[in-house]
């Protein structure tokens, strides 16, 4: 799947607390959701959205959605691949390199 392919969804892919969140990044590549969410809005600043993390990102099994939006979604919660961060730059750097290690798996 070349990049010209990938299919970029403007929903947050996971994290339960995902409509809170100010960053977020989905993309289905190959058979692969690559979920990045950050920014998790707290009263006064951003928290953390696991252990010393701002942002992750999630790699997850993808298949056909019904959804004109998003046309393919999770198929279940486990991910296959994963990375944490602390800054911006770095969560969408960070998405971009999963997207394109898992756009070459079938």
Not at 1 to 14: A, D, L, R, S, Y
Not at 30 to 47: A, C, D, P, Q
Not at 52 to 76: G, H, Q
Not at 91 to 97: D, I, P, T, V
Request: hydrophobic share 30%.
């Amino acid at each position: 799947m070349t990049k010209n392919e990938w299919i970029w969804m403007p929903h947050p892919g996971h994290f339960f607390m995902s409509d809170r969140c100010a960053f977020h990044l989905t993309t289905y590549v190959g058979k692969y959701i690559v979920s990045t969410v950050g920014e998790l809005r707290g009263e006064l600043e951003f928290i953390e959205i696991g252990c010393d993390r701002l942002y992750e990102t999630k790699v997850f099994e993808a298949k056909e959605s019904k959804n004109e939006c998003c046309p393919y979604r999770i198929i279940v919660e486990k991910d296959v691949d994963f990375r944490g961060y602390n800054k911006d730059a770095d969560a969408r750097k960070g998405h971009l390199e999963l997207c394109e290690k898992w756009k070459r798996h079938k």
